[in-house]
C-alpha cells in the first residue's frame, strides 16, 4: 500500500524557516518524481513544486522560488520542502504527492502557520 | 503562466442525475508529443487529500467508478458524473501540467438537490 506522510509543519514567526519533511512507503521511491502542493485553509489547490527521481531537475511556483527547496534523499525514501523567508500567506496545509503529472497519491498534509 | 477557470463554482444535482463541471484553459494544452491534453481532474471529500480521478483528459484513474468521464481537446474540458451517487459529494478541481507552473482551477463544489 502507497504510504506518504508528512511532517515538520507548525507555528512559526514571520521571517522563519521550517522544513517539511514526507516519508514514502509502498513504492519504489527512487522511480518517480515527487510534488508539493499546498492548500490554504478552506480555499483551493496551489501547485508548489516538484523534483526528478535523481534530483537533477526542480520546478517551483514564481511565488516560492528563491525562498522554498525541494529536495529529496532516496535512501531514505524522503521528500523535503525547505521553506524560508516565511510570510503569512505561506500558511496552508502541504501536501505530499507522488507524480510529475498526475498526481495519483496524496499524503495527508502538514499544516504550517506563520503568525506573529 | 496558464490559467485555468471552472464553472460553475457550485452546482447541486438530484441523486441519480448527470452532473458536468467545465474547466477553461488560457491557452492549449495540447501535448503534441502524445497528441493528449495535459488535464488531471481531481475529487476533494472534506477533510481528505485530493483524489486523482481523471488524466490526460480523458483516462480514469485506478479503481474510479466508470460514471466518471473527462473529454475535451484544447481549452476546452469537462467532467461529467454521469449518475450521481451520494458519495460523490465534494469539490472538484482540474489541473493542467502543460507547464510549470501547473495550475489548478479554484474548485467546483458539487452538492445533492
Known amino acids: 500500500e502507497v504510504q506518504l506522510v508528512e511532517s515538520g509543519g507548525g507555528l512559526v514567526q514571520p521571517g522563519g524557516s521550517l522544513r517539511l519533511s514526507c516519508v514514502a512507503s509502498?513504492?519504489?521511491?527512487?522511480?518517480?518524481?515527487m510534488s508539493w502542493v499546498r492548500q490554504a485553509p478552506g480555499k483551493g489547490l496551489e501547485w508548489v513544486a516538484n523534483?526528478?527521481?535523481?534530483?537533477?531537475?526542480?520546478y517551483y511556483v514564481d511565488s516560492v522560488t528563491g525562498r522554498f527547496t525541494i529536495s529529496r534523499d532516496n535512501a531514505k525514501n524522503s521528500l523535503y520542502l525547505q521553506m524560508n523567508s516565511l510570510r503569512a500567506e505561506d500558511t496552508t496545509v502541504y501536501y505530499c504527492?507522488?507524480?510529475?503529472?498526475?498526481?495519483?497519491?496524496w499524503g495527508q498534509g502538514t499544516l504550517v502557520t506563520v503568525s506573529s | 503562466d496558464i490559467v485555468m477557470t471552472q464553472s460553475p463554482d457550485s452546482l447541486a444535482v438530484s441523486l441519480g442525475e448527470r452532473a458536468t463541471i467545465n474547466c477553461k484553459s488560457s491557452?492549449?494544452?495540447?501535448?503534441?508529443?502524445?497528441?493528449?491534453?495535459?488535464l488531471g481532474w481531481y475529487q476533494q471529500k472534506p477533510g481528505q487529500p485530493p483524489k486523482l480521478l481523471i488524466y490526460?483528459?480523458?483516462t480514469r484513474g485506478s479503481g474510479v467508478p466508470d460514471r466518471f468521464s473527462g473529454s475535451g481537446s484544447g481549452t476546452d474540458f469537462t467532467l461529467t458524473i454521469s449518475s450521481l451517487q451520494a458519495e460523490d459529494v465534494a469539490v472538484y478541481y482540474c489541473?493542467?501540467?502543460?507547464?510549470?507552473?501547473?495550475?489548478f482551477g479554484q474548485g467546483t463544489k458539487l452538492e445533492i438537490k
Open positions: 491557452q492549449s494544452i495540447l501535448y503534441t508529443s502524445n497528441n493528449k491534453n495535459s
Open positions: 504527492t507522488r507524480g510529475r503529472w498526475t498526481l495519483d497519491y
Open positions: 489541473q493542467q501540467y502543460y507547464s510549470t507552473p501547473y495550475s
Open positions: 490526460w483528459a480523458s
Open positions: 509502498g513504492f519504489t521511491f527512487s522511480n518517480y518524481w
Open positions: 523534483i526528478k527521481q535523481d534530483g537533477s531537475d526542480k
